[in-house]
């Protein structure tokens, strides 16, 4: 069975400094991985995806994340923050092998503070 | 948005009524599903759709059916309302895109509130 970890319920970060969320999967299959943001009181947004083409993933608003399947891990990271990128992030698994119903499952979220 | 609605958006009912929440797509989508978000558990899946009439439980179907008779809508149905059915409630649909598989879009999201 997939399962994601989320090793951290809230992130930290100075305005201008680098972002790393970090995310551990579990997954029988070779997993789709994917990241959403939620802003406060908004719907979930798509940052970006990994499924089995590049392992260094570029997504939109400067994220990226790399897919390292030696160490089970999808870490989040950004160079420089910016206060618009305050949010809660989700790291998700979808489900594959035969049935592949497109079923997510999210990890608990992090929150990122930034500050000025 | 990928053509989401939910309605209603905001709900306050009280304890063991049925309360009925409408996701509606406007761009024939197969899969639709409906998951509910609770602060610490990030968001779980309730039942989802892979067509018309074709349903299946997810991870949190307890107390929840739904039903899809026709592509461009999918109810969510509470039988009879409690308070640990208070959450955020969000509709998602699959869609292909291009040749880099499918993803997820979620509509606005449902805050229902079981006094």
């Known amino acids: 069975a997939q399962s994601v970890t989320q090793l951290d319920s809230h992130v930290s970060v100075s305005e201008g400094t680098p972002v790393l969320l970090r995310c551990n999967y579990s997954?029988?299959?070779?997993?789709?991985l994917f990241w959403y943001v939620q802003h406060p009181n908004k719907g979930l947004q798509l940052l970006l995806k990994?499924?089995?083409?590049?392992?260094l993933v570029k997504g939109i608003n400067g994220f990226e994340a790399e897919f390292k399947k030696s160490e089970t891990s999808f870490h989040l990271t950004k160079p420089s923050a910016h206060m618009s990128d305050a949010a809660e992030y989700f790291c998700?698994?979808?489900?594959?092998?035969?049935?592949?119903?497109?079923?997510?499952?999210f990890g608990q979220g992090t929150t990122l503070q930034v500050k000025p | 948005d990928a053509g989401i609605t939910q309605s209603p958006r905001h709900k306050v009912t009280e304890t063991g009524t049925p309360v009925t929440l409408r996701c509606h797509q406007t761009?024939?989508?197969?899969?639709m599903y409906w998951y509910r978000q609770d602060p610490g558990h990030g968001l779980r899946l309730i039942h989802y759709?892979?067509?018309?009439?074709?349903?299946d439980k997810g991870e949190v179907s307890d107390g929840y059916s739904v039903s899809r008779s026709k592509t461009e809508d999918f109810l969510l149905t509470l039988e009879s309302a409690t308070s640990s059915q208070t959450s955020v409630y969000f509709c998602?649909?699959?869609?292909?895109?291009?040749?880099?598989?499918?993803?997820?879009?979620f509509g606005p999201g449902t805050r229902l509130t079981v006094t």
């Open positions: 998602a649909i699959r869609a292909l895109t291009g040749t880099s598989g499918y993803e997820q879009y």
């Open positions: 997954s029988s299959y070779s997993p789709s």
């Open positions: 990994y499924t089995s083409a590049a392992t």
């Open positions: 998700v698994v979808s489900d594959g092998g035969s049935s592949n119903t497109g079923k997510l499952i």
């Open positions: 761009e024939n989508h197969r899969y």
């Open positions: 759709s892979y067509g018309v009439k074709d349903t």
